[in-house]
Every structure is written in C-alpha cells, then in structure tokens.
Nanobody
C-alpha cells in the first residue's frame, strides 16, 4: 500500500512563505499525476496545483504566481512552495497521486494557518 506523508505545515504571518513536502513510499514514476489539494474551514476541498509525470503543471487561479509545485524524482518527493501567503490560504493541505489504474492515494494532511 502506497503511503504519502506530508510535512512542512505550520503557522505563518500574512505575506510569509512555507514549503510543503510529500514523501512517497515508492517511485513516483508509478503515478501519472500528482497534486496538492486543500480543505479550508467551512468550505469544500479544492485543487490547488497539479504536476503530471511529464512535468506539466497546472494551478488554481487563486494561487497562480504565488505557489509552485515541483518534484524530486530521486527523492520520490513532491513539494509545494507557497509565497505571499494570504489568510484565505488557511486550510488543511493534502497531497494526492493517481496511478495508472486511476486509483487515488492521499496523505494524512498538514495544517497551514496564515495569521493576519
């Protein structure tokens, strides 16, 4: 069973930065797309950013220009660099990966809180 483990969340002031990590227990080449989702308080879970196995990236409009998704193939790790954080970025952030059978894997989530 694949395990995804997030880290890097925490409390940060508005305008600050955080970098989230998602470590995979096996090679990331087993997944054709990886993504970060977030679940803000009182709202539904939403897609933040995604990266395909060929390196293409996609971002929600609310984070374009502020967040960067990336991966390190050698470390089997995906990242989300978050800059210029806003209070509305406060949420539990989850990493997600979809394998070639279209099975979804999820991490346990990491809390990001942006104080004003």
């Amino acid at each position: 069973q694949e395990q995804l483990v997030e880290s890097g969340g925490g409390l940060v002031q508005r305008g600050g930065s955080l970098k989230l990590s998602c470590a995979f227990s096996r090679s990331i080449f087993g997944f054709y797309v990886m993504a970060w989702y977030r679940h803000p308080p009182g709202n539904q879970r939403e897609l933040v950013a995604a990266i395909s196995i060929d390196g293409r990236t996609d971002y929600d409009d609310s984070v374009k220009g502020r967040f960067t998704i990336s991966r390190d193939n050698a470390k089997n790790t995906m990242y989300l660099q978050m800059d210029s954080l806003k209070s509305e970025d406060t949420a539990v952030y989850y990493c997600n990966a979809k394998d070639y059978n279209d099975y979804d894997y999820w991490g346990q989530g990491t809390q990001v809180t942006v104080s004003s």
